[in-house]
Structures are given as structure tokens and as C-alpha cells.
């Protein structure tokens, strides 16, 4: 009974967006339809040609279909599709990735346990294009469902301890989105973790420790075309924005952020190294690799990574089981 209660409470919108990938779109709104507790389906169209339009139109009602007169990039039709949801909760998918049958049950079942969340986050599986599984990401700590409250967020995500993941991983409350002023129409990648910082001001973290979506890793990714310069200095800036919300009691331990910046400098050469783009990774590794913080933050992350998600210390201090 509770449980039936609890699915009944919290309505979920699951937002779609999409341009050009008809056979793709196609998969994911099938996932939003056979989804254990029913939902709004919302397709965010970014002024599709290939046929997108009709084809959800022939659905009729079981979608909203919001057509956006041009192309607004990921972000413009993230707006534009929360816009018109009108669900308490949105669960956003990219059109070439899908669902789990079981999560938007699964997402609920948590958020009846911590009604305080505004941002609730899943494992995942990589795919490719013949939904063969790749790989799958890391359980993010103990048990199966566990939440992080509010103050502890930010100085996670600094550290690399809290990894939301991408938008198949991710739901959030409506209302807190719309308080986060919505996806940054200026950010050119990572304009999903870039939302994740300003919605976790809102209200406390819930991780799901189960598989509930499914990614593909393809050549049209959207992501394969992000050049190494263009990832380096996004990643700064999003460590920048992260940096400025840490609660004030961890402003005494976290490192200073110019050294947070050498170390990323580091990272990024280290990847144009392994990529064999020699003199991007030269370019980027000049003076940091001279700076005895940067190697040592470097180390620490890989460490972090390494380890079992249980046996980290720093996720004893700041994450409280359910």
C-alpha cells in the first residue's frame, strides 16, 4: 500500500530531445511508453527534417510534441521541453539513449524515501548501436539507494566523489530546475553537469546503485565532436562554478582553486598525450608539470577512482545510507 501511495504521489515527465535521428527517437519514446508506472512523454523537437514531426504526431496524444522553429542546440530544447512538462519530476533522455522498463518506478520508490531531493541520479550501461553492453558505470556508494544532503553536494562533485552522470542517468524536481534558471544556452559541452550544480542548491542528492538506463557510445555522439582544448577549458570553468557554492565548512580543506586549475591543465595533456596529439599535450603541460600540487591532486583523483566506491573516506564523511 505504501508503495502504491508513494507511485501515485510523485508524476513524472520524461523529456526527450531530439533533431535528425528519427530511428533513434524512435527507441526512446518506446522506453518512455513501456515504463512500469505511467508518464508524460515530452519530445523536444530541434526543428527536425527527416520525418521527426510526422512521426510524432501520428502518436497523438500519448506525447507532447514541442517543435522549436531552429535548431537551439541540447540546451535550447532541454528549455523548451521542461517548459511545456508538466510533471512534479523530469527524467530527461537524449533520442539515442533509452530506459530501463523499471526506472521511473525505481526513481520514485527513492524520492518517497527522501522527499527533501531535487536531483536523483542512476547507474548506467554504455552501449553501441547494436545495444551490445560495453560497459557499465560504478556504483556510486553503499547500498542501493543512499542520498547526500544539500551542504555535503558541491564539495563532492569538486572532489570527484559525486558523479551524477549524464542526462540517461538523471532526474530532477521541476521546480528546482526553474529556480536554476535552466540549461545555460551559452555552454557548448557539459551543459548537463553545469544544471546539476545549480538544481543541487535546491535540496539534497539521491543515487540509485542500479543499472536503470542505457547509453550508446557511437561516432555520431554528439560528444565525439568536441575537440580536447574545447573539453579542457569546459572543465575548468565547470570546477570554477562548482567551487563557488561549497558550503562555507569545507572552505578550511579544499585546495585552492588556481591549483585545482593546474591540475586539470595537467589531466587534459595527460589525454592529449595517450590520444597522440603531442603538441596539445606539450602546449597543456607547460608550466603545470613543474607543479608539485598538481601532480599531487592528480594522483589523488586517480586513487579516488581506483578504489572501491565503499572504501573512500571522503564518502564515510559526506554520504548518509537511506
Known amino acids: 500500500m505504501q508503495m502504491k501511495t508513494a507511485i501515485n504521489a510523485v508524476k513524472f515527465s ?80 537524449d533520442d539515442d539513449d533509452y530506459l530501463a522498463p523499471n526506472c521511473i518506478e525505481e526513481m520514485i520508490s527513492a524520492i518517497a524515501l527522501r522527499p527533501q531531493a531535487v536531483i536523483c541520479s542512476c547507474q548506467a550501461a554504455q552501449v553501441n548501436e547494436q545495444e551490445a553492453e560495453l560497459s557499465q558505470t560504478s556504483p556510486a556508494g553503499p547500498g542501493k539507494v543512499f542520498y547526500i544532503p544539500q551542504a555535503d553536494i558541491h564539495y563532492g562533485m569538486l572532489l570527484e566523489v559525486v558523479p551524477f552522470g549524464t542526462p540517461a ?56 565532436k568536441i575537440s580536447l582544448l574545447q573539453r579542457r577549458d569546459t572543465n575548468i570553468l565547470i570546477k570554477e562554478r562548482i567551487y563557488a557554492l561549497i558550503d562555507q565548512r569545507y572552505q578550511a580543506v579544499v585546495p585552492a582553486i588556481e591549483d585545482i586549475c593546474r591540475y ?17 599535450a606539450l602546449s597543456m603541460a607547460f608550466p603545470t608539470a613543474f607543479s608539485p600540487t598538481a601532480w599531487r591532486l ?25
Open 169 to 224: 542517468q538523471v532526474a530532477f524536481q521541476r521546480d528546482a530546475f526553474l529556480r536554476s534558471g535552466g540549461w545555460d544556452l551559452t555552454m557548448t559541452s557539459c551543459d548537463d553537469i553545469d544544471s546539476w550544480i545549480r538544481i543541487a542548491q535546491f535540496g539534497d542528492a539521491l543515487f540509485i546503485n542500479q543499472c536503470l538506463a542505457y547509453r550508446t557510445v557511437w561516432s555520431g555522439g554528439y560528444d565525439q
Open 14 to 93: 520524461i523529456v526527450i530531445t531530439t533533431h535528425n535521428r528519427l530511428s533513434l527517437l524512435q527507441r526512446a519514446i518506446n522506453s518512455a511508453f513501456a515504463q512500469t508506472v505511467a508518464c508524460e512523454v515530452v519530445v523536444a523537437d530541434n526543428a527536425s527534417s527527416d520525418g521527426t514531426e510526422d512521426y510524432v504526431r501520428s502518436l497523438g496524444d500519448r506525447v507532447v510534441y514541442r517543435r522549436n522553429a531552429t535548431n537551439t542546440n541540447h540546451s535550447g530544447a532541454v528549455n523548451a521541453g521542461v517548459d511545456v512538462a508538466t510533471g512534479d519530476w523530469i527524467k530527461l533522455l
Open 298 to 322: 592528480l594522483l589523488q583523483a586517480v586513487k579516488f577512482r581506483q578504489q572501491d566506491a565503499n572504501a573512500l573516506s571522503i564518502r564515510k564523511e559526506i554520504l548518509v545510507n537511506v
Open 264 to 280: 586539470l591543465q595537467l589531466h587534459w595533456s595527460i589525454v592529449a598525450f595517450k590520444q597522440k596529439h603531442f603538441a596539445i
